[in-house]
């Protein structure tokens, strides 16, 4: 059975910093895939956070998102982190993980993302 599950979510003061953890078991694919993190701010659209290729490759990054979180991966272990530093409470939201074969330029695209976890609530108090 396919699972995505995330863990690290929580409350924290602006300025704070969370590390987001994102693992897949193992027979999702065969080889490399991508796994994304996503955010849902109530009232708002599911938007991309950050993606990376287990495969290799930059990572990529919303606008928002560059030069305050970091996406990296445990190699072998089919788990990926998102750190998050300089938090804002505009920052609230349920953070998903989600895994597809590829990155690419519509990695930020939740549509086509095969697999999801079921979330993990942040929220930055001001």
């Known amino acids: 059975q396919v699972q995505v599950v995330e863990s690290g979510g929580g409350s924290v003061q602006a300025g704070g910093s969370l590390r987001l953890s994102c693992a897949a078991s193992?027979?999702?694919?065969?080889?490399?895939?991508?796994m994304a993190w996503f955010r849902q701010i109530p009232g708002k659209e599911r938007e991309g956070v950050a993606a990376l290729y287990t495969g290799g490759g930059p990572p990529e990054y919303a606008d928002y998102a560059k030069g305050r979180f970091t996406i990296s991966e445990d190699n072998g272990e089919n788990t990926v982190y998102l750190q998050m530093d300089s938090l804002k409470p505009e920052d609230t939201a349920m953070y998903y993980c989600?895994?597809?074969?590829?990155?690419?330029?519509?990695?930020?695209?939740?549509?086509?993302?095969?697999?999801w976890g079921q979330g993990t609530q942040v929220t930055v108090s001001s």
């Open positions: 989600a895994v597809r074969s590829w990155c690419g330029d519509t990695w930020y695209r939740g549509d086509q993302y095969n697999y």
């Open positions: 193992s027979t999702i694919y065969s080889s490399y895939y991508c």
